[in-house]
């Protein structure tokens, strides 16, 4: 996860403890350890809420590994059942406080912990282009473009303007894919210059019918900003296949 999606963490924390405050602060510890009868339909439902804002809670503190914060979960589930059953050992002055001191915490943990990524996808990009481009049949361009022709094609180029419909796989550098076309089963259609600056040139030297390699430097992809799957200064790969030319 990177630090704009860490963000979301407190108010899905938050959310869960709001599901949790809406339950009946009947349950008892003894009940929640026998396990819930899931042949009720109104335990199966409470379960199932319950089961999902665990999930969403555990997968977003993964956001936090790497980082010298470290959340407790058998103290956050102590305090979740304190707030079902309004029993909270902090009044809600000095909750404020330290989900305000943690809120500070965590955006610089998550700051410095994406710097150092940063810095490891940077290395291990310039080192990859360095090598790649040793290779006999790999074309680097003036703006640092990288690519290897697999079928040349024989249909038209086109332009900055156009449409075109594409086959694509996309990776990382360590092999670890991040998207493609073909596992979704149809092709994609967009304007040229309405994606990444490395598909935009690279489309634009390509013929209907071609299939090329392409290796885009960060700064042609998208530099320093992460995305879900993608790493801030990531070099990515991908496996264009340029089917047509819609207008």
Same mark, same amino acid.
Not at 61 to 72: M, S
């Given at each position: 996860? $990177?630090?704009?999606?860490?963000?979301?963490?407190?108010?899905?924390?938050?959310?869960?403890?709001?599901?949790?405050?809406?339950?009946?602060? %009947?349950?008892?510890?003894?009940? @929640?350890? /026998?396990?819930?009868?899931?042949?009720?339909p #109104?335990?199966?439902?409470?379960?199932?809420?319950?089961?999902?804002?665990?999930k969403?809670?555990? $997968?977003?503190?993964?956001?936090?590994?790497?980082? #010298?914060? !470290?959340?407790?979960?058998?103290?956050?589930?102590?305090?979740?059942?304190?707030?079902? $059953?309004?029993? /909270?050992?902090?009044? #809600?002055?000095?909750?404020?406080?330290?989900?305000?001191?943690?809120?500070?915490r *965590?955006?610089e943990? *998550?700051k410095?912990?994406? !710097?150092?990524?940063?810095?490891?996808?940077?290395?291990?990009?310039a080192a990859?282009?360095?090598? !790649?481009?040793?290779?006999?049949?790999?074309?680097?361009l003036?703006?640092g473009?990288?690519?290897?022709?697999? /079928?040349?094609?024989?249909?038209?180029?086109?332009?900055?303007?156009?449409?075109? %419909?594409?086959?694509?796989?996309?990776?990382? @550098?360590?092999? %670890?894919?991040f998207?493609s076309?073909?596992?979704?089963?149809?092709?994609?259609?967009?304007?040229?210059?309405?994606?990444?600056?490395?598909?935009?040139?690279?489309?634009?030297? *390509?013929?209907e019918?071609?299939?090329w390699?392409?290796? @885009?430097?960060?700064?042609?992809?998208?530099?320093?900003?992460?995305?879900?799957? @993608?790493?801030?200064?990531s070099?990515?790969?991908?496996?264009?296949?340029?089917?047509?030319?819609?207008?």
């Open positions: 996860m $990177n630090y704009s999606e860490s963000r979301k963490l407190l108010p899905l924390l938050a959310a869960a403890l709001l599901l949790a405050a809406c339950a009946q602060p %009947t349950e008892t510890k003894e009940a @929640i350890a /026998a396990g819930p009868d899931l042949d009720d #109104d335990q199966k439902v409470a379960y199932v809420i319950g089961a999902s804002a665990g969403s809670m555990a $997968n977003n503190l993964k956001a936090l590994e790497g980082t #010298d914060i !470290n959340v407790d979960t058998e103290t956050l589930i102590n305090g979740f059942f304190d707030g079902i $059953n309004d029993a /909270a050992k902090l009044d #809600d002055a000095a909750q404020l406080a330290v989900m305000l001191e943690f809120r500070s *965590m955006a943990a *998550m410095e912990k994406n !710097n150092i990524e940063m810095e490891v996808q940077s290395k291990a990009g990859y282009l360095s090598q !790649n481009k040793t290779k006999p049949d790999v074309t680097t003036e703006s473009l990288q690519y290897q022709v697999l /079928a040349a094609g024989s249909g038209k180029s086109p332009g900055a303007t156009d449409r075109v %419909t594409v086959h694509y796989r996309g990776t990382l @550098i360590d092999g %670890t894919q998207d076309s073909y596992d979704r089963g149809e092709p994609a259609t967009f304007d040229v210059n309405g994606v990444i600056k490395g598909w935009t040139e690279a489309l634009q030297l *390509m013929k019918g071609a299939k390699q392409l290796t @885009i430097p960060a700064e042609l992809a998208y530099g320093q900003t992460p995305r879900p799957t @993608i790493p801030g200064n070099v990515l790969l991908f496996d264009v296949e340029l089917l047509e030319i819609v207008q």
